[in-house]
């Protein structure tokens, strides 16, 4: 079987890339995470597989280092800030205490465009984004580099205030795909409804 390339931006603990290796395990997986307190986690959960890489960095539309921002639950750490709306998002039976900041550090940044580069990789066939409010900023870091990505799933909100400063809309990301050749294939509703993954496939 040809080896496919496969960018899991946001890995967290390792789902998307433990699924990706058993079924395709001849492809080659790189995945990001820049959170000290999952990075472990990532490593001990999928580090052992050999066509696994793991990047202990963020990707962004620049390179420049930045600050991180953990919080208490680490699924919602994230380069951007949380918004000051961010007591309106629903969270169930928990608390909004999950979104308190309990560390800050600079960690390194990369571009996907100077990734595919410097790593000689010529395409790759799935980019799966979860970079909690950033997705849009990552898929743009492709720059030129996006005509030779076949499948992107990013992840958008759908509500008209925000959970993160300067998060991306659905409609924001949905027309800059589409002005760039994709289409929108598939989507689900999370977090009461109050986000979108979208399966978007290039034309």
């Not at 290796?21 to 490593?43: D, Q, S, V």
């Not at 799966?128 to 849009?136: C, I, T």
């Amino acid at each position: 079987m040809t080896e496919n390339v496969i960018l899991d931006v946001g890995a967290f603990i390792g789902e998307t890339v433990a699924r990706a290796y058993h079924r395709y395990p001849n492809n080659k997986i790189w995945a990001f995470e820049p959170c000290k307190k999952t990075f472990g986690i990532l490593e001990h959960n999928v580090g052992r597989h050999p066509n696994v890489t793991l990047v202990q960095c963020a990707v962004d539309s620049d390179e420049t280092p930045k600050t991180f921002y953990e919080s208490r639950d680490a699924v919602c750490a994230s380069l951007s800030p949380f918004s000051e709306d961010k007591g309106k998002w629903e969270v169930g039976n928990g608390s909004h205490s999950v979104f308190d900041i309990v560390d800050e550090y600079i960690v390194p940044c990369t571009r996907l465009d100077n990734f595919l580069e410097i790593n000689s990789i010529k395409s790759v066939e799935y980019l799966k984004v979860d970079a909690q409010g950033r997705d849009l900023n990552v898929i743009k870091s492709l720059g030129d580099r996006l005509k030779d990505v076949r499948t992107i799933l990013a992840e958008a909100r759908l509500t008209d205030f925000h959970l993160y400063e300067g998060d991306c809309h659905k409609d924001e990301l949905v027309q800059y795909m589409k002005d760039n050749g994709f289409s929108a294939r598939h989507s689900e509703k999370q977090t009461y409804d109050q986000e979108e993954n979208i399966l978007f496939v290039r034309d």
